[in-house]
């Protein structure tokens, strides 16, 4: 699935967000990370992470291009 940027919903908990990474483990387990919107107090709700096949895309949100910048920040840094 190569869906960044798109909103996907879990099966099985009914989980939305949009799709902002996606990551490959060693044993071969691909799981995606799914970000909800800011809510109401303007907190930042913490990114869930699901396998690929309990994942179903629901909808367009942004592409990577929309978000790309020359300088990315992303030379090899730990996850925060």
Same mark, same amino acid.
């Given at each position: 699935m190569e869906n960044l940027g798109k909103?996907?919903?879990d099966k099985i908990t009914g989980f939305e967000g949009i799709v902002t990474s996606k990551h490959i483990y060693l044993t071969g387990c691909a799981?995606?990370?799914l970000q909800k919107a800011?809510?109401? @107090?303007?907190n930042i709700p913490e990114v869930k992470?699901?396998?690929d096949g309990r994942l179903e895309i629901v909808g367009e949100f942004i592409t990577a291009k929309e978000v790309t910048v020359n300088n990315?920040?992303?030379d090899?840094? @730990?996850h925060p």
């Open positions: 909103i996907a919903k799981q995606y990370g800011v809510d109401k @107090e303007g992470f699901f396998d990315n920040g992303c090899f840094r @730990e």
